[in-house]
C-alpha cells in the first residue's frame, strides 16, 4: 500500500519568513494530493490540493508544488503570519481508483510562526 | 453551509464497555470516510462508504470495529468491547463521490479508562 513521508516533524520560523514542508509517496498509482491543515481540538481543514496533471498550484500566499517522477511534493507559504501556526499534514490517495480515494497522510509538521 | 458534524465530541468510558460514534456528512455527498488519529500522529484510515455499502474495510483494526451508514446520510462507527488502545480521536470525511476533497468533521475524541 501507499506510504507517506513528511519533514520535517517541527518548523519554527519568523513571521513574514516563507515556511516549506516536503513530503515523499511510494505509489505511482497515487494522483491525489491534499494539504491539511489542523488547529487543536478541530478537524483537520483541506487548504489546497493538486493533481498529477498538474505540476504547481496557487492560492494567495499557499502554493503546491509536485514531482510525479521523483514522487515528492511540497507545500510553500509565504508571508507566514502567527494564524498559519498549526499541525499540516500532507496525504495521497488514487483519486477514486482501486484504494477508492481513501488518503494516506503523513505524520504532520507543527509549524510555529513567531511574531 | 453546514459541515460534516460528529457527536459526542468527548466520550470517556471504561474498558471493556461498547461505545457508538456517529457522523452526519455534507448533504448530497455520497463518499463517508472514517479515520483515526492517535495523540501526536497522522490519520489512519478506517472504512469507507459509497452510499450505504462499504466497499472497503480494510482499516478496521480488529472485529470489535464495525460501522454502517443509512442510506446517503449518517453513519455510525461502534467498537465493542473497548481497549486502552482504541483511545483516540475518530474522525469522519465525506466527499461528493470518492476521488473528490475530502471535508472532515472535527472528530470525536475517545479515552478509555
Known amino acids: 500500500g501507499e506510504n507517506v513521508e513528511q519533514h520535517p516533524s517541527t518548523l519554527s520560523v519568523q513571521e513574514g519568513d516563507s515556511a516549506v514542508i516536503k513530503c515523499t509517496y511510494s505509489?505511482?498509482?497515487?494522483?491525489?494530493f491534499p494539504w491539511y491543515k489542523q488547529e487543536l481540538g478541530k478537524g483537520p481543514q483541506l487548504i489546497i490540493d493538486?493533481?498529477?496533471?498538474?505540476g504547481e498550484k496557487k492560492d494567495q500566499r499557499i502554493a503546491v508544488t509536485l514531482n510525479k517522477t521523483a514522487k515528492h511534493f511540497s507545500l510553500h507559504i509565504t508571508e507566514t503570519q502567527p494564524e498559519d501556526s498549526a499541525v499540516y499534514f500532507c496525504?495521497?490517495?488514487?483519486?477514486?481508483?482501486?484504494?477508492?480515494?481513501?488518503?494516506?497522510f503523513g505524520q504532520g509538521t507543527i509549524l510555529t510562526v513567531h511574531p | 453551509g453546514a459541515g460534516v458534524s460528529q457527536s459526542p465530541s468527548n466520550k470517556v468510558t471504561e474498558k471493556g464497555k461498547d461505545v457508538e460514534l456517529r457522523c452526519d456528512p455534507i448533504?448530497?455527498?455520497?463518499?463517508l470516510y472514517w479515520y483515526r488519529q492517535r495523540l501526536g500522529q497522522g490519520l489512519e484510515f478506517l472504512i469507507y462508504?459509497?452510499?450505504?455499502?462499504?466497499?472497503?474495510k480494510s482499516g478496521l483494526p480488529s472485529d470489535r470495529f464495525s460501522a454502517e451508514r443509512t442510506g446517503e446520510s449518517v453513519s455510525t462507527l461502534t467498537i465493542q468491547r473497548t481497549q486502552q488502545e482504541d483511545s483516540a480521536v475518530y474522525l469522519c470525511?465525506?466527499?461528493?463521490?470518492?476521488?473528490?476533497?475530502?471535508?472532515f468533521g472535527d472528530g470525536t475524541r475517545l479515552s478509555i479508562l
Open positions: 470525511a465525506s466527499s461528493v463521490r470518492e476521488g473528490q476533497p475530502q471535508h
Open positions: 496525504a495521497a490517495s488514487d483519486g477514486g481508483g482501486t484504494s477508492y480515494g481513501k488518503l494516506t
Open positions: 462508504f459509497q452510499g450505504n455499502s462499504a466497499p472497503d
Open positions: 505509489d505511482s498509482a497515487s494522483n491525489y
Open positions: 493538486i493533481r498529477s496533471n498538474v
Open positions: 448533504s448530497g455527498h455520497t463518499a
